[in-house]
């Protein structure tokens, strides 16, 4: 228990120094100009790493309860946008319902795939099985985006606009509200968490599954509304996202892969490891790619995943809220 | 494993040389495309019998399989090319190049299971992709590396032969580790590991050696693959080839050998046959993979069991009246 | 030197110790047995002996090797190999199959299937089911489970068998087979067997010498009739008014 709060602390300290002694050192070196730069990185940083957060905890949450590693996770980040957009094109709606229609469509759809694909397979003679259906899920949801609405990018209406002011670099609303709402919603999931009783019934089940279901929890309906809850936390990001970094069939192929090294990192099942384990990739992205080589942007997270793997399996903070 | 009804070994040679003569006199009746897809779906069977044996024997499943084929296809068609190898020395250097880095992947890996396993093996595989697309002085990255034929005076009809013998060898090869001793180790493996090394197996060092002999053999279609085809891009190595190959590993019968063998033809050729429909054909796979797991989990091999066996037992019905 | 010799070994889950400071000898072909109420750390000690746990402290040494580092695979091929308390059969495999992959793992399978196949037979034949050589593991009945792990430990060809509850849950006249089986392993094939057992008529008869283990502290060592009327052991099984009663 100590030991976690340090780990909180430590990082949290950790990130602060990162960026006092970034800010003080890019102004040292390069000026004011550098300052900007490096402060505008900060909070590209800040704002994507809310909105990986989002996608990792969804994965983290069905993980930790159902025991799946849903391959297809990243492919509910596009289907969000994709079903916004087409509620936008199709109906005329405008795009907060449609964003908010396309969020309730994803939520449901997790009970209805969980209860007609995933069970069955989970218990059957393999539960590898059960994602080697996700694995199939991926490709389908991949090709069906690539059928209907065609290879190339599409980018979904913005709902905000205008810029700000940092140190002289102008940041555009958008990126901000998305980072803003992310957070917001982190706050909200861990209000959840601690003092509903869904929210205690989820950390039970991350814990103990036998014992959570002795003592009175639907363990089968609590799965069906937990993968639903993990499907639209990545739709969110896909629609909080999807304006600025526009979507194409592939597009939620990496998030969903960044989720994975962010849970491996942060711990399954535990929201603050995803926040934290969210951060620390971004920063480690944007800086890396900033700094040390943008090519290989994507490799900083396999050499993340590969770090945790070998020192700390069970992640930063284990199966902890 | 009891090869049907058939009882002495002058039957079994005539059943395992009549596919093989029927396929050296497939060129002659074909047309040249005809040859062409023939050989391709050589490749995808070395490729998925080899992915068959990594997952469904010593149960790893990777999704980061077709990295070993481009870093076979590459390291080959490098060697090749800059340090001017014998094309055939250099077609079994790619091959040992691949297999020794699967091994690394495969010590790295050994202790995860499951989904660990499989994201981190696909992680790699992204890592590989984004090092040939980024390392543009060696590998030309997405434009396209052009790689000289095997031998000289190659076309496809003559390369056919080759590819058919060098299909016909892997398979044969990885038949012949799966059906024996290690075969039955593999299986004991899956069924229980703390008992089966409490016998003595060591189960560490059997999981190595499946990695690298999956890894060997993809390496090897790679770079097969490369000498035909004459320009390979980084895409070789990209998730949806993995896909492919376990798409046809699935649906044939995962965990079989003659399941690769009957999904590879299946899988390719219909969909050279679709190719009018573009890219329903992905969509397809993908349900067909989900629909094959949820309801037909050994796939096609599975259900030809199954009917054959009810033909057997009608015929000794019939036989008793 | 003795065939295992185990010094000051302690074994932890987290708060919980498990096992606590044992030390112990066994003699080359002797049968010792090895009793305490549940939860008294035998089995977690066998564990520790095979290698599927490591101590926080102690050594263990097998013919004088130490042990304690190994892994179980290495420990097997050295010459100790153990039972299951419940048992572990590899299920989707037939009987034959089971016993072949022992062989192979313990000795590294150079030899043809055919020959590997022949001498599980022999192992098989040995138990006494060979006509379920082809059934699989999980169709096979609780005793004839029981006899297949036998024969699977058997063909690791062991110099030293630990047995963990071969009995429990065996009806009278399988018990009797199954204690015949064992008391051949050492006149006939000169092992040596460490037994964990519950049933006290099997302890008496066929056991030299016995511990005694509760809460995971060895608290008394000797034959079976001097054990038997140990306090300490009497207090351990039946609580403190029937220690006083012995005493008196």
Redesign the interface.
């Known amino acids: 228990m100590v030991l976690a709060r340090k780990a909180e602390l430590l990082l949290s300290l950790f990130i602060a120094g990162f960026i006092f002694l970034g800010s003080i050192l890019t102004y040292v070196v390069y000026g004011a100009d550098g300052f900007s730069i490096f402060i505008f990185n900060v909070i590209n940083s800040l704002v994507i790493g809310g909105v990986y957060a989002l996608t990792a905890f969804g994965l983290s949450l069905v993980?930790g309860v159902m025991n799946l590693?849903n391959?297809a996770h990243g492919d509910f980040y596009t289907l969000a946008a994709y079903v916004q957009l087409w509620f936008i094109m199709a109906i005329g709606l405008n795009p907060i319902a449609s964003a908010l229609t396309s969020l309730l469509f994803v939520f449901a759809l997790g009970p209805v795939l969980e209860r007609s694909?995933l069970r069955?397979?989970y218990y059957?003679?393999?539960?590898?099985?059960a994602?080697?259906?996700t694995?199939?899920?991926?490709?389908?949801?991949?090709?069906?985006f690539?059928?209907i609405f065609g290879p190339f990018p599409k980018k979904p209406p913005s709902l905000f606009f205008g810029k700000i002011d940092v140190f002289g670099l102008y940041y555009p609303n958008e990126r901000a509200m998305a980072g803003l709402i992310a957070a917001i919603i982190v706050v909200a999931l861990y209000f959840m968490l601690k003092y509903t009783w869904y929210g205690r019934a989820l950390r039970a089940l991350v814990q103990d599954r036998e014992t959570a279901s002795l003592f009175g929890v639907n363990v089968s309906s609590i799965m069906a509304m937990s993968f639903g809850l993990g499907l639209a936390l990545a739709g969110i990001s896909g629609l909080l996202v999807g304006p600025f970094l526009l979507i194409d069939p592939t597009a939620g192929?990496r998030p969903g892969?960044k989720a994975?090294?962010i849970v491996?990192l942060g711990g399954m099942g535990s929201l603050k490891g995803s926040v934290f384990g969210a951060m620390i990739l971004a920063l480690l992205e944007t800086f890396g790619a900033a700094y040390i080589?943008p090519?290989?942007q994507?490799?900083f997270?396999?050499l993340l995943?590969?770090l945790t793997?070998?020192f700390k399996?069970e992640g930063l903070f284990g199966k902890e809220l | 494993m009891r090869w049907f009804m058939v009882k002495n070994n002058v039957q079994k040679i005539l059943i395992f040389l009549l596919p093989i003569i029927f396929l050296a006199a497939l060129p002659m009746a074909l047309s040249r495309y005809w040859i062409h897809v023939t050989i391709i779906t050589f490749y995808y069977i070395i490729l998925a019998t080899s992915w068959d044996l990594l997952a469904g024997y010593s149960g790893q499943i990777s999704f980061g399989h077709a990295a070993f084929a481009s870093i076979g296809a590459y390291t080959a068609a490098i060697l090749a090319i800059d340090f001017s190898v014998p094309t055939a020395i250099a077609l079994i250097a790619g091959a040992m190049v691949a297999c020794l880095i699967a091994a690394a992947l495969g010590a790295a890996c050994v202790k995860m299971g499951g989904a660990y396993l499989a994201l981190t093996a696909l992680g790699f595989s992204e890592l590989v992709r984004l090092v040939l697309v980024n390392e543009r002085e060696y590998t030309r990255g997405p434009m396209g590396l052009h790689v000289p034929p095997l031998f000289e005076g190659q076309t496809t009809f003559t390369y056919y032969y080759v590819q058919l013998a060098m299909t016909v060898i892997s398979v044969i090869a990885m038949y012949k580790i799966l059906y024996s001793q290690r075969g039955l180790v593999f299986k004991a493996i899956l069924n229980d590991e703390v008992a089966a090394g409490a016998l003595g197996v060591d189960v560490v060092r059997e999981r190595l050696f499946a990695f690298s002999i999956a890894g060997f053999f993809a390496g090897l279609a790679g770079a097969l693959y490369a000498f035909y085809i004459g320009l390979i891009t980084p895409s070789m190595g990209a998730l949806l080839e993995t896909f492919n190959a376990v798409s046809m590993t699935v649906i044939g019968g995962y965990g079989t050998l003659i399941g690769p063998l009957i999904g590879a033809p299946l899988l390719y050729i219909s969909s050279e046959l679709l190719r009018a429909y573009g890219e329903l054909r992905y969509l397809t796979f993908g349900i067909l993979v989900i629909i094959v797991i949820r309801f037909a989990p050994e796939g096609l091999v599975g259900l030809l069991k199954k009917a054959l066996i009810v033909i057997m037992r009608r015929g000794l019905a019939e036989g008793e009246r | 030197m003795n065939i295992l010799e185990v010094r000051n070994v302690t074994k932890r889950f987290g708060g919980l110790i498990a096992v606590d400071d044992i030390t112990l000898d066994i003699k080359y072909k002797e049968i010792v047995g090895l009793i305490g109420p549940n939860g008294a750390g035998k089995t977690t000690l066998f564990n520790v002996i095979t290698g599927i746990h490591t101590p926080e402290k102690g050594s263990v040494k097998f013919e004088g090797k130490e042990c304690v580092n190994l892994k179980a695979h290495e420990i097997t091929r050295m010459g100790i190999c153990r039972t299951w308390q419940i048992t572990r059969p590899f299920k989707n495999m037939s009987a034959l199959d089971n016993v072949s992959v022992a062989i192979i793992a313990s000795r590294g399978g150079n030899a043809p299937l055919g020959k590997i196949r022949e001498e599980a037979m022999e192992w098989l034949d040995f138990v006494k089911m060979p006509q379920r050589r082809n059934v699989l593991a999980r169709d096979l009945t609780f005793a004839e489970l029981r006899k297949l792990d036998l024969a699977r430990a058997l063909a690791t060809r062991p110099k030293l068998l630990l047995l963990d509850e071969p009995l429990a849950g065996l009806n009278p006249v399988e018990v009797d087979e199954m204690i015949k089986l064992i008391s051949r392993l050492r006149d006939e094939m000169g092992m040596t067997i460490f037994w964990i057992e519950h049933l006290m008529r099997a302890i008496m008869n066929a056991c030299e010498r016995v511990i005694v283990m509760n809460f995971g502290k060895k608290i008394a060592e000797g034959s079976p009739s001097e054990v038997s009327r140990n306090e300490e052991v009497i207090r351990a099984y039946l609580g403190e008014r029937h220690a006083r009663i012995a005493q008196s």
């Not at chain 1, 694995?135 to 069906?144: D, T, Y």
């Open positions: 993980w590693c391959f694909l069955p397979a059957s003679i393999n539960p590898q099985y994602w080697l259906i694995f199939g899920l991926s490709l389908f949801l991949q090709n069906l690539l059928n192929f892969l994975f090294v491996v080589s090519g290989y994507d490799a997270g396999f995943l590969i793997l070998i399996p």
